[in-house]
């Protein structure tokens, strides 16, 4: 079942879980599903606790988009509803905010049939923040249930997976996101098939590695951000008739050149390989480490791309290996066939499993109090091909 599929099931069972553990890649749709389905709840235009067996039609489990609560929503200012997050420019959710947070829910709902706590980044709290959750999550305050929003389970505790009810958000095809950049966006073919694959199943990054702008409605937005029909599938289907309004275009809320930036990085990649002078090779490494380590907002993004260039790499090693013919097609940075095709053979063997073992642990270490200066140093420096360094 779909995730929209499900929740208008517990929307129309009238039955709404104390907890809610939205998975998946696409942060921001989670979240723009989170606030539909509050909204839906709330909206002061359809009266969602009558009897009336007309309740279970499609159009009077939809919200008015007319109403205070609605117009509150979208605006991003409902008293109700509340966000935990990690603090900016930290890496996790401390206990301090969720004893906050408790502090909060003391009191009764201000004007919200149900208050929504949503958790961003839940993957994020610590041991002792996800055990303060989990005493509220096993006694919830009065009219209150909450929405944990995280990448996967791997990193809850098995205690707070237990006491919410999954669901998951599954990526979109590649022939999907294509399709959508392209016949949405005008995007050309070849660059959407290289934003769609370097996305991992995440249409706003499909989108971002695509340089496209946000757009948003005229008269109507999500969470206090503008959105465009290409963002707003999952909404659509909760939400009918919402895209109807006029799509107007504003202004990017990024303003990164990420195709050339992405074709940057890769081209420094490639001089860490081609360079057969090791002193050079090194003083690459430290220069870029000391470039990225600039830019931490970027660095998931980074490692993204650092990780399916090592992957292209393991590629050509295979196909050369078995004699295979390489074509572009089979690549994610297919533009860089080439370049792939001369460095790859020479290197060892082993190179692409050392190299993404070595993007692993920085990764794992990033997520640390670790200098990021440092372990991108360690990185670079390591997957120096061994021949270069003799």
Same mark, same amino acid.
């Given at each position: 079942m779909y995730p929209v599929d499900e929740l208008k099931t517990i929307l129309l069972n009238r039955r709404i879980p104390n907890a809610l553990l939205f998975t998946g890649s696409c942060e921001q749709e989670k979240k723009k599903v989170a606030m539909t389905f509050v909204k839906n709840i709330n909206c002061l235009?359809?009266?969602?606790?009558?009897?009336?067996?007309?309740?279970?039609?499609?159009?009077?489990?939809?919200?008015?988009?007319?109403?205070?609560?609605?117009?509150?929503?979208?605006?991003?200012?409902?008293?109700?509803?509340?966000?935990?997050?990690?603090?900016?420019?930290?890496?996790?959710?401390?206990?301090?905010?969720? +004893?906050?947070?408790?502090?909060?829910?003391?009191?009764?709902?201000?004007?919200?049939?149900?208050?929504?706590?949503?958790?961003?980044?839940?993957?994020?709290?610590?041991?002792?923040?996800?055990?303060?959750?989990?005493?509220?999550?096993?006694?919830p305050p009065e009219r209150t249930f909450f929405v944990l929003l995280s990448a996967s389970l791997n990193d809850l505790l098995p205690t707070i997976i237990s006491r919410c009810r999954h669901i998951r958000f599954r990526p979109l095809s590649?022939?999907?996101?294509?399709? +959508?950049?392209?016949?949405?966006?005008?995007?050309?073919?070849?660059?959407?098939?290289?934003?769609?694959?370097?996305?991992?199943?995440?249409?706003?990054?499909a989108m971002m590695f695509a340089n496209i702008k946000h757009k948003s409605f005229s008269q109507k937005s999500y969470g206090g951000k503008p959105v465009c029909k290409s963002c707003l599938q999952s909404d659509e289907i909760i939400t009918q008739g919402v895209i109807e309004q006029e799509c107007v275009e504003t202004e990017p809320t990024y303003t990164t050149d990420w195709i050339s930036l992405r074709r940057w990085l890769l081209d420094q990649l490639f001089l860490l390989v081609k360079d057969k002078n090791s002193s050079s090779a090194y003083l690459y490494a430290l220069v870029l480490a000391e470039k990225l380590s600039r830019e931490t907002a970027r660095m998931p993004y980074y490692i993204s791309?650092?990780?399916?260039?090592? +992957?292209?790499?393991?590629?050509?090693?295979?196909?050369?290996?078995?004699?295979?013919?390489?074509?572009?097609?089979?690549?994610?940075n297919s533009d860089f066939v080439h370049e792939l095709s001369n460095i790859a053979p020479g290197l060892p063997e082993n190179y692409p499993v050392r190299g993404l073992e070595a993007i692993h642990a920085a990764e794992i270490k990033l997520k640390t109090n670790a200098s990021v200066r440092l372990v991108l140093e360690q990185f670079f420096l390591s997957i120096i091909p061994e021949c270069h360094q003799g």
């Open positions: 235009g359809r009266d969602l606790t009558s009897n009336d067996q007309s309740i279970g039609s499609q159009s009077d489990s939809i919200a008015c988009n007319k109403c205070g609560a609605c117009n509150k929503i979208d605006a991003a200012m409902h008293p109700d509803i509340i966000t935990v997050a990690p603090e900016p420019e930290k890496k996790i959710i401390k206990i301090a905010q969720i +004893r906050e947070l408790c502090g909060a829910l003391v009191s009764k709902p201000h004007e919200a049939r149900m208050r929504m706590v949503i958790i961003e980044d839940a993957h994020a709290m610590n041991r002792e923040s996800a055990n303060a959750l989990l005493k509220i999550l096993e006694e590649l022939a999907q996101m294509v399709q +959508r950049l392209v016949a949405e966006c005008n995007v050309p073919s070849s660059t959407a098939r290289i934003a769609a694959s370097s996305s991992n199943g995440d249409m706003e990054v791309l650092i990780k399916l260039w090592l +992957r292209d790499i393991a590629l050509v090693r295979y196909l050369s290996k078995n004699g295979n013919l390489v074509c572009s097609d089979k690549f994610v």
